[in-house]
C-alpha cells in the first residue's frame, strides 16, 4: 500500500492566500453585486514594461526561425541574463557576487522551498514570526518541525517575534540555530533592515556555522540610500548567506515566472562525517536534476529589465505601487488607524482597530468595505491585531478602497 508523507498532515488550514480566496468567492457569490477590491495578496496589477514585452516578442520570432530557435537552456539560466544580473544587481553595489553564483528559476516562492532539498531534517530552523507562510509550511511538509498547536506553531521551530514593541526587528537568538530565514524588506510587515542590523546577522551565523537564507524579493522598493538592498553588501555574508530575488514584484513577472537565487561558491555545511560541502554544488546539482530552466522567451524578457529603458520603466512602476502605499498610509492614519510599513516596501501593516482580531477586521472590510486585504494571524501567531494591506493595485482601487475603510472605521 502507497504511503503519503505524513507531514502534509500537520499543516494546519490551507495556503493563506488560497483560503482567502475562498471566502471572498464565498462572498462574492452571494453578493453578487458587491464591487470587491482586492488588496490582499500581493500581486501586481500594471502591465509589464514595454521594454520587457518588447524582448518577448522578438524571443518569440527567434524560437519561430529554424536559424534562432532554442531548445533546452542552460538549467541554471542563460549566461547574457546572470551576467547583466551579476553587474547589475550586485557588483555595481560592490557584492562579489559572479554570473556562475547566479541560479535563474521561475520564482522565489519555489527557491525559498526548495532549498530545504540540500540540507538536513536535523537543522535548528529561526523564522521570524509573523513571516511569509512558505518558509514554515515548507519546513513542515520536509519534516523538520514537530507538531503544531491551534495558534499554528510547530514544536522545534524557533519563532522570533517581530511586533511594534520591537520595532519589527527580529531579536538574534542567544542559542544556536543553523538556519535562519530573513526577509527584508519585510513581508509582511513592511520593516526594514539597516546595514548594523544585518551585520549582526552575518556575525551570529559565521560564528555559529549557519545559514542565513535571505529573501530580498521586495529590494527594489528601496528608496532610503543608506539601507542595503543585498545581503552581500554586508562583510562576510558570502560564508553564510544564499539571497532569493525576483522580477515579480519589480518588473511585474507574477504571471510571467522569473526569479534567481545566488549561492556563493564560498559558502559550505556540514556533512554527516564532519566534513565541508560546497553547497553551490548541492544546489547545482539539484536545480539540474529537478528543473529544466526558465524558458528563453522569459529569460528575454528578464534580460530587458538590464536595458536603459528597462530599468526606467521598471522604476516607473516601484515609484507607483510605492505612491499607492504612501496614500493607504496617509488616508488610513488619518482615520485614526496605526499603521507601519509602506514606506520602502509595497505592503502597510495596520493595527487592527478596537481590539479587533486580525480575522475579525478581514471580515468586518470585506462584508462592510467589499476590501480585501491579509489578516496578520495568517503570517503567524505574533501577527495577531494585525491586517496588510498590499499597495499592489491601481491608482483608482487604491484610492476608493481607502476612502470605504475611512468612512467605515474613523476612530
Ligand atoms: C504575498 O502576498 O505575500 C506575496 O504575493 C506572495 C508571493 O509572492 O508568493
Known amino acids: ?23 471572498v468567492n464565498a462572498f462574492a457569490q452571494a453578493n453578487p453585486d458587491a464591487q470587491i477590491i482586492k488588496l490582499g495578496i500581493g500581486d501586481v496589477t500594471e502591465p509589464l514594461p514595454e521594454a520587457c514585452c518588447t524582448a518577448m516578442m522578438k524571443a518569440v520570432q527567434d524560437m519561430g526561425d529554424r536559424a534562432t530557435f532554442k531548445g533546452y537552456g542552460p538549467e541554471q539560466g542563460y549566461s547574457w541574463l546572470r551576467e547583466k544580473i551579476a553587474a547589475s544587481d550586485f557588483q555595481a553595489r560592490g557584492c562579489d557576487i559572479n554570473a556562475e553564483e547566479i541560479f535563474i528559476s ?98 551570529y551565523a559565521n560564528a555559529n556555522g549557519s545559514i542565513i537564507f535571505f529573501d530580498a524579493a521586495y529590494e527594489a522598493f528601496i528608496t532610503d540610500s543608506d539601507l542595503p538592498h543585498s545581503i552581500y553588501e554586508i562583510d562576510g555574508a ?15 513577472f507574477t504571471g510571467t515566472r522569473c526569479a534567481l537565487t545566488v549561492v556563493p561558491k564560498t559558502l559550505t555545511a556540514k556533512a554527516a562525517d564532519g566534513s565541508d560541502v560546497e553547497l553551490w554544488k548541492l544546489w547545482n546539482r539539484r536545480h539540474c536534476t529537478k528543473f529544466n530552466g526558465v524558458s528563453y522567451i522569459v529569460q528575454r524578457g528578464a534580460e530587458a529589465v538590464y536595458t536603459e529603458a528597462g530599468q526606467a520603466q521598471t522604476k516607473a512602476l516601484v ?45 468586518k472590510l470585506l462584508h462592510n468595505c467589499n476590501v480585501v486585504g491579509t489578516p496578520g494571524s495568517g ?33
Open 106 to 203: 521561475d520564482g522565489s516562492k519555489c527557491d525559498t522551498g526548495n532549498i530545504l532539498d540540500i540540507f538536513g531534517h536535523d537543522n535548528a530552523i529561526a523564522i521570524t514570526d509573523p513571516v511569509y507562510p512558505v518558509y514554515l509550511d515548507t519546513n513542515v511538509m520536509a519534516g523538520n518541525t514537530g507538531p503544531g498547536n491551534d495558534a499554528g506553531k510547530y514544536e522545534g521551530v524557533r519563532y522570533l517575534p517581530i511586533t511594534a514593541d520591537n520595532n519589527f526587528t527580529a531579536e538574534i537568538p542567544s542559542e544556536k540555530v543553523d538556519l535562519i530565514y530573513l526577509c527584508f524588506p519585510n513581508n509582511p510587515t513592511g520593516a526594514t533592515a539597516t546595514k548594523s542590523d544585518l551585520k549582526a546577522w552575518v556575525d
Open 319 to 363: 515609484s507607483f505601487y510605492l505612491e499607492n502605499a504612501k496614500i493607504i498610509c496617509a488616508k488610513l492614519t488619518a482615520a485614526g488607524l496605526k499603521v507601519y510599513g509602506g514606506v520602502n516596501a509595497p505592503y502597510v501593516w495596520v493595527q487592527t482597530p478596537a481590539g479587533l482580531s486580525s480575522w475579525d477586521f478581514f471580515d
Open 379 to 411: 503570517f503567524g501567531a505574533a501577527g495577531e491585531g494585525y491586517f496588510r494591506i498590499s499597495a499592489f493595485n491601481s491608482r483608482e482601487n487604491v484610492e476608493e478602497a481607502t476612502q470605504r475603510i475611512t468612512e467605515k472605521f474613523k476612530v
Open 238 to 252: 558570502k560564508s553564510c548567506a544564499i539571497e532569493f530575488r525576483s522580477f515579480s514584484k519589480n518588473a511585474g
Open 1 to 23: 500500500m502507497a504511503k503519503i508523507n505524513d507531514n502534509y498532515l500537520k499543516l494546519k488550514a490551507g495556503y493563506l492566500f488560497p483560503e482567502i480566496a475562498r471566502r
